[in-house]
């Protein structure tokens, strides 16, 4: 069993949509969960980071954990075409042998 | 130059030829690492640097060989390699990878690397 799963999409949407991104992970000494956004041709850029359970919001962007269930989110409110990318979730744990393990990532697509 | 830049950005090589990447990260940074990203494969990682001493060897062939002579720089030196190396080779850099707390890491563009 993989760390982390991620469903790789593609995940098409029209425009305005609600998108709902997700990982399971396995491992629950994962305290630290980021999500990178990586464009076409690009490194991936770092969207936002959460530590422990709950949210957190960023503008059009919400983060969630629920470490009971192991699983987390990211929702982006009114989807942009300028949101089409690949997003990989990523986490670690607190120990000092703690590496960030990255999801697979997860191609959207917002159709204008 | 901002945040952490890489070149080249695109690379085509032999399997017998010697190339290097270079990588260098302008935001006060003490750890770096090399990631490969292989289409429809989670992000691989293959070396990290902490205050310029390794710390991580991700069970890497020996083709690949890490070189970072200070904080701010980090090589791969590239020999022999095969076709199944192709992939985007990123790099990347965090406070310092001690493993306490976030340890928020920053990519640069990555080099495109194709091995014929």
């Known amino acids: 069993q993989k760390e982390v799963e991620q469903d790789p999409g593609p995940l098409s949407v029209p425009e305005g949509a609600i998108v709902s991104l997700n990982c399971t992970y396995s491992?629950?000494?994962?305290?630290?969960f980021m999500w990178y956004r990586q464009y076409s041709r690009k490194g991936p850029e770092l969207l936002m980071y959460t530590y422990s359970s709950g949210n957190k919001e960023d503008g059009r962007f919400t983060a969630q954990v629920d470490k009971s269930s192991k699983y987390i989110s990211l929702f982006i409110r009114d989807s942009q075409p300028s949101d089409s990318a690949t997003y990989l979730c990523a986490m670690k744990s607190s120990g000092n042998t703690g590496k960030l393990i990255f999801g697979q990532g997860t191609t959207l697509q917002v159709k204008p | 130059e901002t945040g952490v830049t890489q070149t080249p950005r695109h690379l085509v090589m032999g399997m017998t030829n010697k190339k290097s990447l270079k990588c260098e990260q302008h935001?006060?940074?003490?750890?770096m690492y090399w990631y490969k990203q292989s289409a429809k494969k989670p992000l691989e990682l293959m070396f990290v640097y902490n205050f310029k001493e390794q710390t991580e060897n991700n069970s890497v062939p020996s083709r690949f060989s890490p070189e970072c002579p200070n904080s701010s720089h980090l090589f791969l030196h590239l020999h022999t390699l095969q076709p199944e190396d192709s992939a985007l080779y990123l790099c990347a850099s965090s406070q310092d990878s001690s493993g306490r707390g976030p340890d928020t890491q920053y990519f640069g563009p990555g080099t495109r690397l194709t091995v014929l």
């Open positions: 935001l006060g940074h003490n750890a």
């Open positions: 491992n629950s000494a994962f305290q630290y």
